[in-house]
């Protein structure tokens, strides 16, 4: 931490693949944590066969936040790591971001049970717009993360990146926050087509960047 904040040459490659390491453990871990969110049906509930299979088809919202959140932030990984192929070094401020966003992924879990449980209950409404909200604020700051090495300190960035590769990347990032914030209003009149705009953004982003190698 110690070049990092210095602002060392020395070993800024293992300062590099610290934070992304780092960050890796934290969106593998935050992941995980989804599928705690599904509760198996208890033997109270369950009487016979049909009354399990009703209990299984009744935790449709839980699949359902599960496989959004699960495409979101899978996505985040991969375009976290693509970004990071372009950095050669790190300083103080790019770690300050990277946790900051690494705090938004961590929250995830919480917003997607959420989710689950009002979904189709009176509260569905607050629900779908805390879930989206606070994916609008999440890509705020991944924008952030990109842009501060890509605008504001391009000595962090290879020297030999292809500014084709910085400039395709950088219009991949900058449709997040409108497109997740237009979800967000869209929560406040129609909580299905809110989630519907979420995960259709999902699948767009799992489609293969355009950026050179």
Known sequence: ???????????????TNRLEAFSDGVIAIAITLLVIEIHV?????????????GALWDLWPSYLGYLISFIVIGIMWANHHNIFKHMVRVDHYL???NTLFLLFVGFI????????EYLGHEGEKTATIAYTGWFFLTA???????????????NLLDPETDPAAVAAITRRFNLGPPSYGFAFLVAFVYP???????????LLYALPSNAPD
């Open 1 to 15: 931490m110690a070049s990092i904040l210095r602002g060392n040459t020395t070993g800024d490659a293992r300062d």
């Open 41 to 53: 049906p208890t033997h109270d509930e369950i009487h016979d066969n049909g009354d399990l299979w």
């Open 95 to 97: 770690v300050l971001i």
């Open 109 to 116: 879990p919480f917003t997607t049970g959420l989710l689950a």
């Open 140 to 154: 705020i700051v991944y924008n952030l993360l990109w842009r501060y090495p890509s605008q504001f300190r391009r």
């Open 192 to 202: 299905p087509a809110s989630l519907a705009i979420i995960a259709i953004l999902a």
